[in-house]
């Protein structure tokens, strides 16, 4: 079943401009801690070692070297991902970059840098909606 969301459009100014299509389900605070997962990068995997927010699922190696989670509150997100979480995020495409964020009172899913084609947009938003099942 298909829940409420937002379809945003976001340009994002630091050293370039890009663009990317998220979608914003509504989600309430109290479910899940705060937290970003995002793609690990050769630079991430450096910083995570120094990086206070960071949180390492320990038995799960290989997810923790696919992906980056962060959170300020690091034994509530492991409790989140727990083993079956991981495993349903485990399928995702590792090509597709998908990242996760939950702030408040949404949770925001898009691939970094992907901008949804007009044709494709019923897709992405059935692809989001069932990651967004996971956490909501």
Do not use: H
């Amino acid at each position: 079943m298909a829940r409420d969301c937002v379809l945003i459009a976001i340009c994002i100014v630091k050293a370039i401009y890009y663009t990317q299509t998220v979608i914003a389900f509504p989600a309430k605070a109290t479910i899940s801690p705060d937290f970003e997962m995002a793609p690990a990068t050769q630079i991430d995997k450096v910083i995570k070692g120094f990086a206070s927010e960071t949180v390492v699922i320990d038995d799960q190696p290989e997810f923790s070297k696919r992906y980056w989670l962060r959170s300020r509150e690091g034994a509530r997100l492991r409790a989140l991902f727990n083993p079956g979480l991981v495993a349903k995020l485990a399928m995702l495409d590792p090509g597709a970059r998908w990242s996760i964020e939950k702030a408040g009172d949404w949770l925001l899913i898009y691939i970094w840098k992907t901008t949804a084609q007009p044709g494709s947009i019923r897709d992405f938003c059935v692809q989001t909606d069932a990651l967004a099942s996971l956490f909501v």
